[in-house]
């Protein structure tokens, strides 16, 4: 935990409130997202009890499996559930903008978002979408077709929430904690609604008392996909065995309804929360790749692709860390270049510092090693009282100008020398505004947005020896099918 992040918990205690650690809101929302609020039975993996999903906060989609123990009513509240996320999904690929680049490529303008209660919730997700995308129409077992495409597009999804910045599929309770702190632990953060309850308690309520009142399951149930032991005990099993007597789901849907409903209104207050924040500079971009990736896939599921497999080849797998790896970089880095209050850690740890300009050699030029003309290279002194662990050489930048580089020359007690690299136009002097004026208040950080060439991987023909050796093309066959928990 970060010394801010302490401070602001230490804060909320005394304060009986939620204190705010982001000034901006770092993830994309959507303006029609879907809450995707799921269940599953009790010692189950992938057996699904029901869901609640919808668009419109009045209008909610009930699911429900009687006996989820019984594969063909798993299958058919999967059939049941792709009548509802896949129209939502495939109608952001109908439109599309080709982006002008070394290689053009097409780009939906918009693509879905689904919201789910915890991180929990991304996890079922997942292993719904991989107890699905191997099933087949024909042959034994057969499903609907729309049930292999889903388990697709589930697959797809969790797999693009695990890139930091992405808000393809977000979990509530992280992107709530990732703006507020709260009075109490991390692991309590993880009930939605006590969170939520911290950061907007109703009226005459303090956050702690609210948050208390959270954890009553009865008036309010767990936000899923795991059910409290005593509502399985005491309502949920009774009501399947009037089914299994009666035939009568009606017991059920209930039991069902009283556990998602308190969640399902929870979780569109905190989009309001979310939507009370102002998006951050770099959250465009990033939804910018969200868009590109969703295409990709869009076209690929289009032309009849086969599911992913189980396991990622060697050149794959080490693809996929390395680009998760740059992009938890860039976004740390654009997260404190976008917000002050982010930027604050890095102060705090002497990897960043602000200041007062006190000096500026604009016109100074020198000859760069390896060059025969003289180029700009203007100093700047700046005055600060922040701690600066930082060494002659660091390149820096600044949220004001965060294309422009600039290099430790000098760390002296309370000043620091910065060289301006670039970012200063084409012309013999330095563009005006491009070089912080004396009386300027600056900040500088060692970040790296990550925005260079990636390590070049070698293809899939060229896995060497020593990682197995070029893998044998992908072919699903019927055994991918087949798991224990599904």
């Known amino acids: 935990m970060s010394v801010l ?10 304060e009986g409130r939620a204190q705010p650690i982001a000034t901006v809101r770092h993830l994309h929302l959507s303006p029609r997202p879907m809450v995707f609020i799921p269940l599953r039975l009790a010692g189950e993996a992938a057996a699904p009890l029901g869901a609640m999903l919808g668009t419109d906060p009045a209008e909610p989609h009930l699911l429900v499996v009687p006996q989820p123990r019984d594969r063909d009513q798993r299958f058919a509240f999967v059939a049941e559930l792709a009548a509802i996320v896949l129209p939502y999904i495939e109608g952001y690929a109908k439109d599309v903008e080709t ?9 939906s303008l918009d693509a879905p978002q689904i919201l789910v209660p915890n991180p929990r919730g991304i996890a079922f997700t997942r292993l719904l979408g991989r107890s699905c995308r191997f099933r087949r129409a024909d042959g034994p077992y057969p499903v609907h077709p729309s049930v292999p495409v889903l388990g697709q597009w589930l697959t797809f999804l969790a797999d693009r929430a695990e ?31 006590a969170l939520v309850g911290w950061i907007a308690p109703p009226d005459g309520m303090t956050g702690p008392e609210a948050a208390a009142a959270a954890e009553d399951m009865v008036w309010s149930p767990p936000a899923g996909p795991d059910t409290a032991p005593e509502f399985d005990a005491e309502v949920l099993a009774p009501a399947i065995r009037v089914y299994e007597a009666t035939g009568s789901a009606a017991a059920v849907r209930d039991a069902v309804r009283s556990q998602l409903e308190p969640t399902w209104r929870v979780m569109w207050r905190a989009v309001e929360l979310l939507r009370g924040l102002p998006e951050a500079r770099g959250v465009p971009g990033r939804w910018e790749r969200d868009r590109a990736e969703f295409t990709r896939e869009a076209i690929r599921i289009a032309e009849g692709g086969p599911p992913r497999g189980r396991h990622d080849s060697a050149v794959g797998a080490a693809v996929r860390l390395s680009a998760m790896e740059r992009a938890q970089q860039a976004f740390e880095a654009q997260r404190a270049l976008d917000d002050p209050m982010v930027m604050v850690e890095h102060r705090l740890e002497g990897r960043a510092f602000a200041g007062e300009v006190v000096a500026v050699e604009l016109e100074r030029r020198i000859v760069p090693p390896g060059r025969t003309r003289a180029v700009n290279r203007p100093l700047v002194t700046v005055a600060t009282a922040d701690p600066v662990r930082l060494a002659p050489g660091d390149v820096l930048i600044s949220p004001a100008r965060p294309r422009q580089h600039c290099e430790v020359i000098e760390v002296r007690r309370g000043t620091v020398v910065l060289q301006v690299n670039d970012g200063m136009g084409r012309g013999a002097r330095p563009a005006p505004g491009s070089v912080p004026e004396v009386g300027e208040i600056v900040c500088y950080a060692d970040l ?39």
Do not use: C, I
Not at 5 to 14: L, S
Not at 99 to 107: F, G, H, N
């Open 5 to 14: 992040a302490a401070y602001a918990r230490a804060r909320a205690v005394r």
């Open 99 to 107: 982006v002008e680049a070394k290689t053009p490529y097409e780009r």
């Open 163 to 193: 890139f930091p910045g992405s808000s393809l599929l977000v979990a509530m309770t992280e992107a709530l904690a990732a703006h507020w702190a709260t009075g109490q632990s991390r692991v309590e953060d993880g009930n939605l609604a």
């Open 448 to 486: 790296d947005p990550g925005d260079g060439p990636g390590f070049p991987f070698p293809s899939r023909e060229e896995t060497p020896w020593t990682h197995g050796g070029p893998p044998a093309e992908y072919v699903p066959t019927d055994e991918d099918a087949m798991e224990d928990w599904s």
